[in-house]
């Protein structure tokens, strides 16, 4: 009499994502030990994540001059550094793809032109020297109907923040700011009066959009000048700009006149005093919006403000402690929420207010320890986070590490953490999510778009290995026979198959190239397995003999994709029953 064939069926594998808290345990096998490259499809399989191309020539590498040739686009020689920055300007008819290196700005994406800050009067070029490429923007329309006249700020730490708008052709000074109608130590508000006959400084007609400081076509606000005001956050919410995190000055928030983003000192402007709300000098990391109301993230604390548009009833509404910002770009509105990096890992806003008498729950508490060793080994300025609606999830990059955790959204777990996969060998250093939802970053050369299955056109390897599993029989050693995978793609496809035993990382791995088309191997009597049913379906299926034995089992599977999508839908793991231990 033949003995008996254990058999366990993984029906949708990885589909609990990461779990590196537990993987030497024996935890849900829905959980996944290793997922690299991987995302979870809209029928929550786990499916190679797509791929890059490029949508620029290679230019701004760090050591060397561009490499397509400075005549042919328009690009300055330079030896370092890279462009790290990309940024969509929304504007009517063409938008402006703007990146920027830490020495210079340039726009267009196929084609390339380096631009500079222009002065005052639009008649020449300003001396403005750029040391960094770590920019945040913020953008506010000024006017109204056809008159509407898109403004982006931007801001990094020990610059003079910039506007890139329409260029004026009227070299005529910025209207006059005068008076002050109270001043109030903790919410400063300023009046405006412009002096009679004096040139609207957002009327520009000149077609040509640029670079100008802000303190040359705006106001500052009161106490500051180009000298001072160099903030590091900016937020456009509410219709008012926002500034923050000033060396010097980083418990103040700066808010712009309503619906002018370039006044500081007119109007309903004025700043929010930190100095009594956040305590031990916290600084303010990075400023949000949402459902109504102002946040604002420090190092070690949060607080949310009332009424940011009606600024004469701004009111501090809560303050949770003991909760703060690792990485100001981390800071991404869902919609329904804000994302954001804590010093103990991915946050909801949402959660935190809800449980903030509690040790609250990160979104990443299936990957809490290496999300916190990636935070302390990067610096601030190289950890980068997106959401993007269209794909459903949130990226999590640590450029220096060449590290990518993808978080997906469109389906939490039932403890309201996020599933999780890695992506690996992608140095990405600044991501955009364009006004047609595709999603644009910066890599180490090129500004590239999240699109098609091969990275820059060669191929990248998905990797899935699975948690361990007794197979229900925890007194027995297994020896383990065969293997079967069943998969949804349609080209040629080059799997290694994987599988090892008790905790060891020693695998025995197996080749194994299955043609293009839709192959159907299950049909073996001798484990009385019957044949898939197929055709139509679209799925490909293989099967493998296996050796070894163990008292724990660990299986994988490894694919390079070259252009096609692939989605792993079951393992099924056969083994005889040993002896007892």
């Given at each position: 009499?033949?003995?008996?064939?254990?058999?366990?069926?993984?029906?949708?594998?990885?589909?609990?994502?990461?779990?590196?808290?537990?993987?030497?345990?024996?935890?849900?096998?829905?959980?996944?030990?290793?997922?690299?490259?991987?995302?979870?499809?809209?029928?929550?399989?786990?499916?190679?994540?797509?791929?890059?191309?490029?949508?620029?020539?290679?230019?701004?590498?760090?050591?060397?001059?561009?490499?397509?040739?400075?005549?042919?686009?328009?690009?300055?020689?330079?030896?370092?550094?890279?462009?790290?920055?990309?940024?969509?300007?929304?504007?009517?008819?063409?938008?402006?793809?703007?990146?920027?290196?830490?020495?210079?700005?340039?726009?267009?994406?196929?084609?390339?032109?380096?631009?500079?800050?222009?002065?005052?009067?639009?008649?020449?070029?300003?001396?403005?020297?750029?040391?960094?490429?770590?920019w945040q923007v913020s953008s506010l329309p000024y006017g109204e109907g056809a008159d509407i006249q898109p403004h982006a700020y931007f801001v990094q730490a020990g610059h003079e923040p910039l506007v890139f708008h329409e260029l004026p052709l009227d070299p005529t000074a910025v209207a006059a700011v005068v008076g002050s109608e109270y001043n109030d130590a903790e919410y400063n508000v300023n009046e405006y009066n412009a002096a009679p006959g004096t040139f609207d400084s957002h009327s520009h007609d000149s077609g040509v959009f640029g670079f100008q400081r802000l303190g040359d076509i705006g106001t500052l606000p009161l106490g500051h000048n180009l000298n001072s005001f160099k903030p590091n956050c900016t937020l456009a919410a509410f219709g008012r700009v926002w500034m923050a995190d000033i060396e010097g000055d980083r418990q103040t928030i700066y808010f712009s006149r309503l619906l002018d983003g370039s006044d500081f000192q007119g109007g309903d402007s004025g700043f929010i005093a930190l100095n009594?709300?956040?305590?031990?000098?916290?600084?303010?990391?990075?400023?949000?919006?949402?459902?109504?109301?102002?946040?604002?993230?420090?190092?070690?604390?949060?607080?949310?403000?009332?009424?940011?548009?009606?600024?004469?009833?701004?009111?501090?509404?809560?303050?949770?402690?003991?909760?703060?910002?690792?990485?100001r770009d981390t800071v991404q509105n869902t919609g329904t929420d804000i994302i954001f990096l804590s010093n103990t890992g991915l946050a909801s806003l949402q959660r935190v207010v809800i449980e903030k008498s509690l040790p609250y729950r990160e979104l990443s508490k299936n990957i809490r320890d290496s999300i916190i060793a990636a935070t302390l080994a990067e610096p601030e300025s190289g950890i980068k986070g997106i959401y993007s609606e269209a794909e459903g999830f949130y990226l999590l990059s640590f450029s220096s590490q060449s590290k990518v955790y993808c978080f997906d959204t469109k389906l939490p777990l039932q403890d309201g953490s996020l599933r999780v996969t890695e992506w690996?060998?992608?140095?990405?250093?600044?991501?955009?999510?364009?006004?047609?939802?595709?999603?644009?970053?910066?890599?180490?050369?090129?500004?590239?778009?999240?699109?098609?299955?091969?990275?820059?056109?060669?191929?990248?390897?998905?990797?899935?290995?699975?948690?361990?599993?007794?197979?229900?029989?925890?007194?027995?050693?297994?020896?383990?026979?065969?293997?079967?995978?069943?998969?949804?793609?349609?080209?040629?496809?080059?799997?290694?198959?994987?599988?090892?035993?008790?905790?060891?990382?020693?695998?025995?791995?197996?080749?194994?190239?299955?043609?293009?088309?839709?192959?159907?191997?299950?049909?073996?009597?001798?484990?009385?397995?019957?044949?898939?049913?197929?055709?139509?379906?679209?799925?490909?299926?293989?099967?493998?003999?296996?050796?070894?034995?163990?008292?724990?089992?660990?299986?994988?599977?490894?694919?390079?994709?070259?252009?096609?999508?692939?989605?792993?839908?079951?393992?099924?793991i056969y083994a005889k029953q040993g002896k007892v231990l």
């Open positions: 009499m033949a003995e008996q064939v254990l058999k366990q069926s993984l029906s949708a594998p990885g589909f609990f994502g990461l779990n590196l808290q537990s993987a030497d345990e024996y935890t849900d096998f829905r959980f996944a030990k290793e997922a690299k490259n991987i995302v979870f499809d809209a029928s929550g399989r786990i499916a190679a994540r797509k791929g890059w191309k490029t949508l620029s020539p290679s230019f701004g590498v760090a050591n060397g001059v561009a490499e397509y040739g400075i005549a042919q686009y328009n690009i300055d020689e330079y030896s370092t550094p890279a462009v790290r920055f990309v940024y969509e300007f929304i504007k009517e008819g063409d938008n402006i793809v703007i990146s920027a290196s830490g020495s210079s700005f340039f726009t267009g994406v196929s084609d390339p032109v380096q631009v500079y800050v222009r002065n005052e009067n639009n008649d020449g070029d300003l001396a403005y020297a750029v040391s960094d490429s770590n009594s709300v956040f305590p031990s000098y916290d600084r303010i990391v990075a400023l949000g919006a949402h459902n109504g109301f102002l946040v604002v993230f420090g190092t070690n604390n949060i607080a949310i403000f009332a009424n940011p548009i009606d600024v004469t009833r701004l009111e501090l509404q809560d303050f949770i402690p003991n909760v703060g910002c690792a990485a690996d060998n992608l140095q990405l250093y600044s991501f955009v999510v364009t006004q047609n939802k595709e999603l644009l970053f910066r890599t180490d050369e090129h500004i590239a778009k999240y699109d098609g299955y091969k990275d820059n056109d060669q191929p990248y390897t998905l990797k899935y290995y699975t948690n361990y599993t007794d197979l229900q029989q925890p007194n027995n050693i297994k020896i383990l026979k065969k293997l079967g995978y069943t998969y949804r793609g349609q080209d040629t496809k080059n799997f290694i198959t994987a599988w090892g035993f008790d905790y060891s990382e020693d695998f025995s791995k197996q080749a194994k190239t299955v043609p293009g088309g839709f192959v159907y191997e299950y049909n073996i009597a001798e484990y009385g397995v019957g044949e898939y049913g197929g055709g139509t379906t679209k799925n490909g299926q293989f099967m493998v003999n296996t050796s070894g034995s163990g008292n724990v089992v660990q299986v994988g599977l490894e694919a390079e994709i070259n252009g096609n999508y692939l989605a792993l839908q079951k393992i099924d």
